[in-house]
């Protein structure tokens, strides 16, 4: 089994930055990392992933150049840089985990209970 806790999140002005963290516990070789995001009333959308060695990332347009997602596989965490965020950007960010490569936005099997991400006008 594995556990996956974020932290990092609050409220931040918007054009400001904000470093999403996640730990993962138990089973701990997961090969994909990735965050997701989610407002009310919409479905969770794919945000960034990251492989096992970190040479390989992927970015939602809507974050692409904004973002910067990394990994410490010895501390067994990723993180999530936000920078310039917009009023686009609120919602809850889940970290999310598997233990095999593939698509990077689909088909993750563990999945963090998600810190909120409130940005302020």
């Known amino acids: 089994q594995v556990q996956l806790e974020e932290s990092g999140g609050g409220l931040v002005q918007a054009g400001g930055s904000l470093r999403l963290s996640c730990a993962a516990s138990?089973?701990?070789?997961?090969?994909?990392m990735g965050w997701f995001r989610q407002t009310p009333g919409k479905e969770r959308e794919f945000v960034a992933a990251?492989?096992?060695?970190?040479?390989?990332?992927d970015y939602a347009d809507s974050v692409k150049g904004r973002f910067t997602i990394s990994r410490d596989n010895a501390k067994n965490t990723i993180s999530l840089q936000m920078n310039s965020l917009n009023p686009e950007d609120p919602a809850v960010y889940y970290c999310?985990?598997?233990?095999?490569?593939?698509?990077?936005?689909?088909?993750?099997?563990?999945w963090g209970q998600g810190t909120q991400v409130p940005v302020s006008s």
């Open positions: 999310a985990a598997r233990p095999r490569a593939g698509p990077r936005r689909v088909d993750y099997d563990y």
């Open positions: 138990g089973r701990t070789f997961m090969i994909t």
């Open positions: 990251i492989s096992w060695s970190g040479a390989s990332v």
